[in-house]
């Protein structure tokens, strides 16, 4: 269990984030960072979004990534009366590194944010990697949670026929040569920093959607992009590692638990193949799986996430 929780009211203001044409950018920029502390002398990062005595909902992140890319999800949030709580897991942002952690951890790690919020319990929203982390916490914590809502989210390694050569290569490098990927993740927010958001934007969006992302979009993935390994590099190389490997979670749970599991993917994702997903959703009797046709991973998060949020209050 944690303790008692230490709050900075100081923003957050990567380089990538000023400048921001509007309240999404801008949100994302300037939330107030919370922490907390837990047994093993680690502090968490977090910080919250939308209506602070709204339906709590806890956001996990992509890999890489930071709570900052909740702001995204601002707007809907206050619209819908949501408490969007979004912690940088270990090792991303003002989070301490965690590097022995596996998947199964993400739920500790997730119990004490909720926690130091005074969440009883909370409906989870797990974007790209985060997935993983989101179903981890609510299969072995699901007193805590009573929906999930998976958006654009990767598949284990066991159902993961047609993942991208990319992803491989990038675990691959994180098992045998973890500093090198490391000093790559370092060179790439080098070259990503002096760049335009558009830059950052084209890792999570495909030539197959003919449709513009909005300049405040593009302001909040870069700043997210590089708050992700500001301070350090061993989320993004613990992450690549553990998600190619075994999850351990046990997936029975969800249905057992009766927790509502929403998947949400784009039929045009080249991050996370939607073939994939299919396979994984098979295996979780009482998930549901909805496409959105012509989304890429990007606009998976900006059209479905919006849409989960919604869905909490209705």
Known sequence: MPTQPSTSRSAT?????????????ASAATADVSTVSVDDGRTIAYAEYGDPDGDPVLFFHGTPGSRLLAGLLEPA????????????????GRSDPQPDRTVRDAGANAAAVLDAAE?????????????????????????????????????????????????????????????VLGSVLRADAWVAERRSPSAAVS?????????????????????DLLEAVARSRSGAVTEFRTTAAE????????????????????????????????????????AELRVLEGADHLRTLTRAGPTALRERTE
Do not use: C, Q
């Open 203 to 223: 890792r999570y969006t495909s030539d197959a959607v003919d449709e513009t992302v909005p300049d405040d979009v593009a302001t909040v993935v870069k700043a």
């Open 77 to 92: 949030a206050t619209e819908h009366g949501v408490r969007l709580v979004a912690h940088d897991r270990p090792g991303y």
């Open 13 to 25: 203001t990567p380089a990538a984030a000023t400048g921001a044409s509007t309240a999404t950018g």
């Open 119 to 179: 969440i009883e319990t909370a409906g989870l929203a797990g974007f790209s990697g985060g997935s993983a982390h989101a179903l981890a916490t609510a299969a072995l914590h699901p007193d805590r949670v009573d929906r999930v809502d998976v958006i654009a989210g990767i598949a284990p390694p066991e159902f993961a026929e047609s993942t991208a050569r990319a992803p491989r290569l990038l675990a691959g490098m994180a098992r045998r040569a973890p500093s």
């Open 247 to 286: 999850w351990g979670i046990p997936l029975e749970t969800l249905s057992k638990a009766a927790i509502d599991v929403r998947f949400h993917h784009g039929d045009v994702d080249a991050n996370a193949p939607l073939a994939d997903v299919r396979r994984f959703v098979a295996a979780i009797p009482t």
